[in-house]
C-alpha cells in the first residue's frame, strides 16, 4: 500500500529527452525520445520537430497526465437552449 499512496502523491515529469533515430516503421530526421517518469513507472515516445517544439509538446503531456491524476480537468459549462414556445396555430 505504501507504494499505491506514493505514486498517488507523486507527479509526472520529464526524465529526459534526446536526440534519437527514426522509430522503426517510420522516416524522417529530427526525432527525439522522451521520458516522462512517475515513482518506478515510466513513460517512453518519440516526437518528431525540433527539441524546443518536442519539449513544448512533452510539457503538455505532463500537465494532462497530471490534471488526469489529480482529477481537476477543465470542465466545459454546457447551457442547453430552452425549448422554443410552440408557437400558436392560426
Keep these: 500500500m505504501a507504494t499505491e499512496s506514493a505514486l498517488m ?6 526524465i529526459s529527452i534526446e ?3 527514426a522509430p522503426s516503421d ?3 530526421a529530427d526525432w527525439h525520445c522522451y521520458v516522462i517518469g512517475q515513482g518506478n513507472n515510466e513513460i517512453r515516445g518519440y516526437r ?14 505532463v500537465a494532462r497526465l497530471n490534471e488526469r491524476r489529480t482529477g ?11 425549448a422554443k414556445k410552440a408557437e400558436a396555430k392560426s
Design 19 to 21: 536526440p534519437s533515430e
Design 48 to 61: 518528431q520537430g525540433k527539441r524546443k517544439a518536442v519539449l513544448l509538446d512533452v510539457e503538455e503531456i
Design 26 to 28: 517510420t522516416e524522417g
Design 72 to 82: 481537476k480537468r477543465s470542465r466545459v459549462h454546457l447551457v442547453m437552449p430552452k
Design 9 to 14: 502523491t507523486e507527479g509526472y515529469e520529464i
